[in-house]
């Protein structure tokens, strides 16, 4: 099975100075990535061990550090990647211009980040994102980054679980909703969907 490993940063621990100090980029990267990365491993390993056994008796929490440490890792992995030593002050390009369109201007964009930022209760994330299906670009804070998602993910394959979606007919017979469900999943729209964002 693959499992994954903490990248290099892009530029050296003090490249950052004086705005991102040395210690706590070198602390950062090197300890707490690190343990996202070691978890995510630890997990994935976990989760194909069940796979193997058959017993999901700790699906909950797999699917929960899966979800934490998978985030943790994406998201300090991009992290990295979008800072440099002396940043981009006039940004130009074409996320510019969509920035202008959905947002009015560059200096409303920055004001919204910023006060978002400010704003995220405890630790947590802002991030600048674009929708696809949506066309659009948003700003969204992430408080707990762990909440059962990997940020980065494109979905494939959903499956509605409130129970607005089968309590009609199942009441409280979740399962037997879901057995029922794989008879009309449509995976030409699954391989559709996968062949437009894998690489
Ligand atoms: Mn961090």
């Known amino acids: 099975m693959m499992t994954y490993s903490l990248p290099k940063l892009p530029y050296a621990y003090n490249a950052l100075e004086p705005h991102c100090d040395e210690q706590t980029l070198k602390i950062h990267h090197d300890m707490h990535h690190k343990s996202y990365v070691d978890g995510l491993n630890k997990a994935e390993q976990k989760l ?3 796979r193997n056994s058959g017993d999901f008796c700790l699906i909950k929490h797999w699917e929960r550090e899966l979800a934490f440490h998978g985030s943790g890792h994406i998201l300090h992995t991009l992290f990295w990647e979008n800072m440099m ?23 409303k964009f920055k004001k919204q980040f910023t006060e978002a930022a400010v704003a995220v209760e405890g630790s947590g994330w802002t991030i600048l994102a674009w929708n696809p299906t949506l066309q659009k670009l948003v700003i969204l804070q ?5 909440n059962l998602t990997q940020w980065g993910v494109t979905p494939l394959l959903v499956l509605d679980l409130w129970e607005h979606a089968y309590y009609l007919k199942y009441q409280n017979r979740r399962l037997e909703f879901i057995n029922a469900w794989w008879n009309i999943a ?4 699954v391989n559709q969907r996968f062949n437009n964002v894998a690489k």
């Open 186 to 189: 449509n995976w030409d729209i």
């Open 85 to 107: 030593p002396n940043g981009t002050l006039n940004p130009q390009g074409c996320v510019v211009d969509q920035i202008k369109k959905d947002f009015g201007d560059y200096e």
């Open 142 to 146: 992430a408080e707990k980054h762990q």
């Open 48 to 50: 194909q061990e069940a």
